[in-house]
């Protein structure tokens, strides 16, 4: 008997889908590469990892129950925590005993005839396990494949190599240890200030500086933990009206930063700054959408840099050009003041590259900087890395290497046109990356059970996105992008931090309300835009 649903990833997707799943009276199996459920919070175990959503907003609400009986410690949970939740999740449900953990899928070919999925995978022992499933999910994360930049001579570096996604289970002492990194994303702002409390020396090589605002992290508020608790329904709803799926107690300026006065706009950002998080992209309504309001906050972001950093050609280097928010804005604690301490070096790179990594350290502009750790912050082939470094293959054997040559072309985020009966999971063509995601995948497992259990009910086998609607769901990513800062700068929404990935915008910045409203209405119009057999 071939599977319902055979799940790709045990993280918050692959839980929940197969929850989900389960309660609908599929049979279902997740097949997950790693020793552990968890997916990005098995991996992401660099330390400082965090959340850079407020627990509270980035977490299941499909039971009341469980909502109310986890507590969060702090406002911007940890790693560690994160993966307790996750555990917690998968025992709170029972979820173990469909779970194959330590077995990577090595390939997926769509049986034309008999109109199933025939998968590959391989155990722990390297032994070979073939399934077969009507649906296939990918729970595979957009953020699972990490970048190693090919960078001449790293296989000659004389001590360890860590990267940030894919960090070394036993605790890494960095006592008295001279530590390059490299990278000033979203990772290594959280690992930096750690590092420089513990290491010798830290030289930080800096290709593009990155916007950071302060999280404020701290133990979580038992008065707004509280008050959230007393109606976590309605603090969700309120939640999914937001257009990133989050923030609702901080809600977005409806205002025109080209309008306020400087007063009133440097009073709006600082009050946001006091508050942390993302909710400074909420200061005013046209700051992702204008370049010339987008610059009133970036420039107000370049003040605190110059406040906080003590040397001014260091607050210099620090200070980003490229539009706030244009890529993802950075949520971390003591990140600028880090700079401040006499173990820390910046060094830039963005006009002169890494030429290559030494035995000793890294050249870079003809000159050899030493050092006897090097950390890769290097981020991820976001988005589709992990898809193309499968044996995907649809109707026809049609590869997804072939359909994805210059990108992603989806329908809704959610199928790909000529690989029938396989959903993605916070993939490209949805709000996902601009959402508390734990929101998106609620909501993309929410549709795709629907959509069986529809299906089945009218007696389909077969769905499948056609490839007009996926051509036209394509043109209207890119339509929401170009009024949009997001293209003014390189980012890997547009794959633009992987050498020779094809460029397109891969999320959707039109909101997360408008979103599930247009998944709803497809689902309303029979799945409208899909072919069913
Ligand atoms: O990766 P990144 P990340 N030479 O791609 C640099 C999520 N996340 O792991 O900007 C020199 O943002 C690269 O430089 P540049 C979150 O969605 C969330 O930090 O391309 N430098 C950049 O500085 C985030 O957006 C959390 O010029 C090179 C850095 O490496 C996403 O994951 C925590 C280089 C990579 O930054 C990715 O974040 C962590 C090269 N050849 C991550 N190649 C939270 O929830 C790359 N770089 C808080």
């Known amino acids: 008997m071939p599977l319902d649903l055979l799940i ?22 997740v097949l997950e590469a790693a020793p552990s459920v968890g997916g990005t919070w098995y991996a992401n175990r660099y330390p400082g990892a965090r959340v850079d959503i407020q627990s509270l907003e980035y977490s299941f609400s499909f039971s009341e129950a469980l909502q109310q009986e986890w507590q969060w410690t702090e406002r911007y949970a940890a790693q560690p925590e994160l993966l307790r939740y996750a555990n917690h ?17 090595t390939s997926a070919r769509f049986d034309d005839l008999a109109q199933r999925w ?51 289970h ?41 916007y950071v605002v302060p999280a404020h992290n701290g133990p979580l508020d038992s008065a707004q933990e509280a008050r959230v608790k007393a109606d976590y329904p309605g603090f969700r709803a309120r939640n999914r009206q937001m257009r990133t ?38 200061a005013y309504a046209d700051l992702m959408i204008d370049l010339q309001a987008n610059a009133m906050a970036a420039e107000f972001v370049r003040g605190k840099i110059r406040d906080t950093v003590h040397d001014p050609a260091t607050a210099a280097l620090l200070s980003p050009h ?67 470094r499968l044996d995907l293959r649809g109707r026809g054997g049609l590869r997804i290497q072939d359909k994805w040559c210059d990108g992603p072309l989806n329908y809704l985020g959610l199928m790909v046109a000529g690989f029938p009966n396989l959903f993605n999971i916070a993939g490209a063509g949805s709000t996902s990356a601009f959402t508390s995601v734990i929101v998106s995948i609620e909501h993309h497992v929410d549709w795709i059970v629907e959509c069986i259990a529809w299906m089945d009910a ?29 293209l003014s700068c390189n980012s890997w929404y547009l794959g633009a931090n992987i050498p020779g990935k094809p460029r397109m915008f891969m999320p959707l910045a039109g909101g997360f309300p408008a979103y599930a409203e247009r998944c709803a209405a497809v689902a309303d119009q029979g799945y409208a835009g899909f072919a069913l057999g």
Request: glycine fraction near 10%; proline fraction near 6%.
């Open 322 to 388: 490229q539009p706030i928010g244009c890529k993802r804005l950075c949520v971390a604690d003591g990140y600028y003041e880090t700079f401040n301490r006499s173990n820390v070096h910046l060094v830039d790179v963005s006009g002169e590259p890494v030429e290559a990594i030494t035995p000793k350290g890294l050249r870079a502009g003809g000159r050899e900087h030493a050092f006897d750790t090097l950390v890769l912050a290097t981020g991820f082939d976001a988005v589709t890395g992990t898809l193309m």
């Open 118 to 168: 025939q998968v590959g995978s391989t155990g722990a022992d390297g032994e070979p396990l073939a399934w077969h499933a009507r649906f296939v999910v990918l729970a595979s994360g957009p953020l699972s494949t990490p970048n190693t930049p090919s960078f001449p001579g790293l296989e000659t570096f004389a001590g360890p190599v860590l990267h940030t996604a894919a960090w070394p």
């Open 170 to 210: 036993a605790p890494v002492d960095f006592s008295g240890c001279h530590v390059g990194v490299v990278g000033t994303g979203s990772s290594a702002v959280q690992v930096i200030p750690h590092i420089a409390q513990q290491a010798s020396s830290v030289t930080v090589f800096q290709r593009t500086a990155a």
């Open 8 to 29: 790709i990833g045990a993280g918050f997707s692959g839980l929940y889908m197969l929850h989900k799943a389960r309660t609908m009276g599929l049979s279902a199996l």
């Open 245 to 282: 799926g989050f923030g609702c107690e901080l809600l977005p300026n409806p205002a025109s930063a080209l309008v306020a006065s400087p007063e009133a706009r440097a009073a709006e950002f600082e009050a946001r700054w006091q508050v942390g998080g993302f909710g400074l992209l909420g």
């Open 458 to 486: 009218q007696g389909h086998a077969t769905i499948e996105a056609t490839d007009e609607a996926e051509h036209a769901w394509v043109a209207h990513v890119n339509a929401v992008a170009a009024h949009t800062v997001f």
């Open 89 to 105: 999740v998968a025992d709170r449900f029972d979820l173990r005993r469909d779970i194959r953990l330590n077995t990577r899928m």
